[in-house]
T-cell receptor
Framework: QKEVEQDPGPLSVPEGAIVSLNCTYSNSAFQYFMWYRQYSRKGPELLMYTYSSGNKEDGRFTAQVDKSSKYISLFIRDSQPSDSATYLC???????????FGTGTRLKVLA | KAGVTQTPRYLIKTRGQQVTLSCSPISGHRSVSWYQQTPGQGLQFLFE???????NKGNFPGRFSGRQFSNSRSEMNVSTLELGDSALYLC?????????????FGPGTRLTVL
């Protein structure tokens, strides 16, 4: 079993929909959680960063962390075709390694 | 400010050969991390360099090595290439070496091993 599990998709939604992307993890020591967006032929770019449990909002993006369920989510409101990309979750226990990444979910927002 | 640059962008090698990939971090960044990205495994951490010293290492065989120069530029070397080494190799830089420090990724080097 991988430390971080993420549904690979692809997830297709119409423009304007609310998108929910999720990751589950097994290591209870993880306390730093990140979401990255990766466009085709580009490197990942950091979208959201959350420490421990709770919610964080930034524009159309909301990150949620539920440490009791070992579950994190990224919500995208009013999705746009430009949001079409692969979304990667990443997490760290603050120890030896930088981050453990999920395999990514491909999102397609249809105009 | 210029972003992270990686050269070359694409590379084709044959089994048994060796390859060297280069990464130039954002100016002022002292930490450089390397990742391997494949469809099945996602991003996997290879190693991190900070001030010319390897700070952290992932679970990869010794065929994968790296180094960092005094100007923070980094190189990654893979010897005795195997078919399974075909992947996108990503470099990320950050100001300091810390798990809370934001990493900025380069566009990657796409390595194909035939």
């Amino acid at each position: 079993q991988k430390e971080v599990e993420q549904d690979p998709g692809p997830l297709s939604v119409p423009e304007g929909a609310i998108v929910s992307l999720n990751c589950t993890y097994s290591n209870s020591a993880f306390q730093y959680f990140m979401w990255y967006r990766q466009y085709s032929r580009k490197g990942p770019e950091l979208l959201m960063y959350t420490y421990s449990s709770g919610n964080k909002e930034d524009g159309r993006f909301t990150a949620q962390v539920d440490k009791s369920s070992k579950y994190i989510s990224l919500f995208i409101r009013d999705s746009q075709p430009s949001d079409s990309a692969t979304y990667l979750c990443a997490m760290s226990d603050g120890g030896t390694y930088k981050y453990i990444f999920g395999t990514g979910t491909r999102l397609k927002v249809l105009a | 400010k210029a972003g992270v640059t990686q050269t070359p962008r694409y590379l084709i090698k044959t089994r048994g050969q060796q390859v060297t990939l280069s990464c130039s971090p954002i100016s002022g960044h002292r930490s450089v991390s390397w990742y391997q990205q494949t469809p099945g495994q996602g991003l996997q951490f290879l190693f991190e360099y900070f001030s010319e010293t390897q700070r952290n290492k992932g679970n990869f065989p010794g065929r994968f090595s790296g180094r960092q120069f005094s100007n923070s530029r980094s190189e990654m070397n893979v010897s005795t290439l195997e078919l399974g080494d075909s992947a996108l190799y990503l470099c990320a830089s950050s100001l300091e070496s810390g798990y809370t420090d934001t990493q900025y990724f380069g566009p990657g080097t796409r390595l194909t091993v035939l």
